[in-house]
């Protein structure tokens, strides 16, 4: 598979709860960015790494979110104490520098119930 | 916002016409690209235009940009069923590091 994987792809978790997320991008691929998307809306940044260096963060990231790159490769993304209004999709996607677009994952849906 | 805004919000058309989708941004930009997202799934990315390019064409899809205008539109020619999705236009701010999106079109495709 040379896309970019998500895991899981259904996340239904209870209030208060912690999740993490996956995504694997295209090997080859140094860039890697994650988004959030709630329903009707597009997809809004929220950091984004260069290799292992996590270079920039958007301010809808608090202080409950955290992304890890740890060796340049796969990524996770951490959402501790959930809350009803981190329910949305989380995107992942992946690319090269100056490189001609995103390639997407088909998402993680997280559901705080 | 830097972000991208499409406009209309939704489009449906029947099965063989064209579509047209707009896209209209706020600051400077390098790039601008198209995504389609089809329900519930990730985005594909269909075209780049760079801000020195005016029009750029691929299959079906013609992407023209306007930047006096700050404007971009994504034009499906003899569009079919299968192209029922939504569609993002995503600038970046005059930064290769990320790219804005707008809220889409939403566009249907009646056979």
């Known amino acids: 598979d040379t896309g970019v994987s998500q895991d899981p792809r259904h996340k239904i978790t209870k209030r208060g709860q912690n999740v993490t997320f996956r995504c694997d991008p295209i090997s080859e691929h140094n860039r890697l960015y994650w988004y959030r998307q709630t329903l009707g809306q597009g997809p809004e940044f929220l950091t984004y790494?260069?290799?292992?260096?996590?270079?920039?963060k958007s301010r809808l990231l608090s202080d409950r979110f955290s992304a890890e790159r740890p060796k340049g490769s796969f990524s996770t993304l951490e959402i501790q104490r959930t809350e009803q209004g981190d329910s949305a999709m989380y995107l992942c996607?992946?690319?090269?520098?100056?490189?001609?677009?995103?390639?997407f994952g088909s998402g993680t849906r997280l559901t705080v119930v | 916002s830097q972000q991208g805004e499409e406009d209309p919000q939704a489009l449906s058309i029947q099965e063989g016409e064209n579509a047209t989708m707009n896209c209209s941004y706020k600051t400077s930009i390098n790039n601008l690209q198209w995504y389609r997202q089809n329900s519930g799934r990730g985005l594909v990315h269909l075209i780049l235009?760079?801000?020195?390019?005016r029009e750029k064409h691929s299959g079906r899809l013609r992407v023209t940009l306007d930047t006096s205008k700050k404007s971009s539109s994504l034009l499906i020619t003899a569009s079919r069923a299968a192209d029922t999705a939504s569609y993002f236009c995503?600038?970046?701010?005059?930064?290769?590091?990320?790219?804005?999106f707008g809220s889409g079109t939403k566009l249907n495709v009646k056979p």
């Open positions: 235009i760079r801000s020195n390019e």
């Open positions: 995503a600038t970046d701010a005059g930064n290769f590091n990320k790219f804005y």
């Open positions: 996607a992946s690319s090269l520098p100056n490189s001609d677009g995103y390639t």
């Open positions: 790494f260069q290799n292992e260096a996590q270079l920039e």
